[in-house]
């Protein structure tokens, strides 16, 4: 239905427009340069209005929409019992702007996701403190609090494409344990002085309440001491069960395995408590064999989420639109390249950045038709930049399977399909 | 369990916690003050671990958590009859942050709520306009968009203070018709490029496809023009069908019947098209008689959500906490007075504050445990500051229904019992 001709006249409208005051607001949205998807019809296909349904307590999702986590089991284990998944990404090919519906935040859990009684559950703090304390939710929420705007990311984020790309994977499949709310809970520091904690401890345990009891030790530097909060709440409403209601740890930036869900205990003390969760899981395999402990921080990352893997598109007009996170602080830039990496230029970024906060980036793209990769870059307010993939490689190597944050390449082929590459 | 002594012991603590250079960080959140409301039990009371359910394609709410909005029918109508409901509710009692769940935006529709097919979904553009162009939700979803976090507030919140103050009612009651989500979309302004809007036009009339065929009559000034947005998502999903889906227009910091649900028409004049919906509807019956059209302005607005209606809170420390918001753009102070509106002082804000965007405050206070009235008091950064009740009454009488911000009172009894209260 669309045609050039059509199209150039819109462009022609465009310039002639130029001179209204209105249109240098909108010129922050970069407009004048872009080829125009609108078609022309007919009246008649405006749809009639339609009778609704009764206004009821809860906003439903249409019955047109479809979204859901895709829920994996562990790798090199059959899908065969729902029983054996371990984690349910978000679906980043379906989602827009930064924030992640309560429902959609990516889950990882080791035994499951208990539905704990608040009127029964209990934080514990203790160890190096002078007092030994426990407290009620209703006491903690009672509280001064703040509410926070974070990403939150699992370590093992995109390590499907450590070894090879699955040229089947959408980007859900390759960066869906990465997700954004806006959280709100209790400074760990406030918590910290109702214990008088001891100025001489260095590590706190933090340990969660599921049957896996899961427990990280947590290096108490000013950087988390200042930012890590207890929460109980996810996009305004109480944390959901798979989110670790009634409450969880949060640590910004860092893997989210620290973040303990279900949290039941915090212990100080002056030296990591070597749980198994830091030496048989969550340590890095290095290439000579040794392997890294408390690799922590989520480092800059960013991934292009349309067009992305399975996808199509059609010659001419694209937009390129994506996320881009840091643990280590604000995006600062993020640059896309639809030449396979040959050339860069800057993404647009939506406001406002927020510190360790996942940031929608987009772009105008004219796709030629021909085959080629594109990918995205992003460097953040400390000056780190995105590795590429062999460079990443070069220091890591491929026994590493956590921490992965290379640029993530999509190849399109002369037919417009999408498909997960490597670089 | 609680006990003096316990608590100074408490208070101690922090003092000698404050030697600590991690305390300087946590000095932001002012806790050296407040009692604290922290209780020693034995070790026994922190519960056993439990095994979880299986990991899931949807995070579900927790069997322990109840939020429901409140569904009205219109005032004066019993409500006998769910199809008379015309409003939902946003529990802001239950909600803590900025941010409303996806599901509990609150709801304003004239004939339920439609649930269109984005298959056969259009929107028609025309008028003074070179083009008439007709796009499919497809066409819209590949154009260049931006996502905005922003409040969206019906006119006829608060209306029920007008005249009195059922002690009754809950904050969920008096205010919750507020919610705040972020929204993603299109600038309205490209749109008007993509037709070529004839410079001359001065006003947009926007019709929805519900069977009420809501329309209102939207003056193009400058600040709308930057600002407005025809969006397709909220909190990072698609539209919720009670929410416009699969389009909706939005008009920052308006009144929300402008921010047209179900959109299929955009047309440009230069005049306003005299709907029912601001003839009949939406217009302000003043003092004298006359009524006064197109009071587009959400002004400055606040309420304390805790304590707040039929809540009831013991002597000592009490957090008190509430949202403030400015259709003008950014909340610059709010004020909080627990004497009746005697003496005030300065809330702490949550940050980030956003442009037309809901703020949360909060502010530590101890309760003598004597009858007494709490009330906030916002000013945005335009300097506007939100009036008494006396104040906003002599202006606009007793015969208006919409645009109700005077400061909320909350009177407290000697038990302390919270009741919504007129000043």
């Known amino acids: 239905m669309s045609n050039n001709k059509e199209k150039q006249a819109l462009l022609d409208a ?3 427009l130029a001179r209204r005051k209105f249109l240098r607001a909108a010129g922050t949205v970069a407009v004048a340069t872009v080829a125009v998807p609108a078609l022309a019809e007919s009246l008649a296909d405006v749809p009639a209005r339609r009778v609704g349904d009764s206004i009821s307590g809860l906003s439903q ?3 047109y929409v479809h979204l859901e986590r895709i829920t994996e089991a562990t790798p090199g284990k059959l899908r065969v019992d729902p029983a054996l998944a371990i984690n349910s990404k978000t679906p980043l090919d379906k989602l827009v702007g930064a924030i992640t519906p309560s429902d959609m935040h990516y889950e990882r859990s080791h035994s499951g996701s208990p539905d704990l009684d608040p009127a029964q559950h209990r ?5 190096m403190a002078k007092k030994e304390l426990v407290f009620t939710m209703e006491e903690l929420r009672a509280m001064p609090s703040v509410s926070r705007i974070h990403f939150m990311e699992c370590s093992g984020n995109g390590w499907e494409n450590w070894k090879k790309a699955d040229p089947g994977m959408t980007v859900q499949d390759t960066h869906g344990l990465v997700s954004m709310h806006e959280w709100t809970g209790v400074h760990l520091s406030y918590l910290m002085e109702q214990v008088n904690a001891d100025p001489a401890s260095t590590w706190m345990l933090a340990e969660g309440g599921d049957a896996a009891g899961v427990a990280r030790s947590i290096p108490l530097t000013d950087e988390i001491i200042e930012e890590a909060l207890v929460v109980y709440a996810q996009n305004g409403e109480p ?14 930036g860092m893997e989210g395995n620290l973040s303990i869900k279900w949290l039941r205990r915090l212990k100080f ?12 899981r969550y340590t890095q395999l290095l290439p000579n064999g040794k392997a890294r402990q408390f690799q922590l921080y989520q480092e800059v990352n960013s991934v292009i989420t349309s067009p992305s893997g399975t996808m199509r598109i ?3 007009y694209n937009r390129i639109t994506g996320l881009a996170w840091s643990g280590r602080g604000k995006i600062a ?12 230029r800057e993404a647009r970024l939506n406001a406002p950045i927020l510190h360790k906060a996942q940031v929608r980036f987009d772009a105008d793209w004219h796709w030629d038709g021909r ?11 400390k000056g780190h930049v995105q590795p590429d993939r062999q460079s990443l490689l070069a220091v890591m190597g491929e026994n590493a399977l956590f921490h992965y944050n290379a640029q993530q390449t999509w190849a399109i082929d002369a037919e417009g399909r999408v498909t997960n590459a490597l670089s």
Chains 1, 2 share one sequence.
Do not use: N, Q, Y
Request: proline share 8%.
């Open 14 to 16: 465009s310039a002639l």
């Open 61 to 63: 999702r249409s019955k």
């Open 123 to 127: 934080l514990l703090i203790h160890g």
């Open 239 to 252: 944390l959901r069960p798979a989110h670790g209601f009634p409450i969880r740890l949060l640590i910004p």
């Open 269 to 280: 003390g002056d030296r990591p408590f070597m749980t198994r969760w830091e030496t048989a």
């Open 314 to 316: 059609g010659a001419g």
């Open 333 to 344: 830039k993020v640059e896309i390249s639809t030449d396979g990496g040959a050339s860069w």
């Open 371 to 381: 085959p080629t990769r594109i990918l995205s870059r992003s460097t953040d307010d």
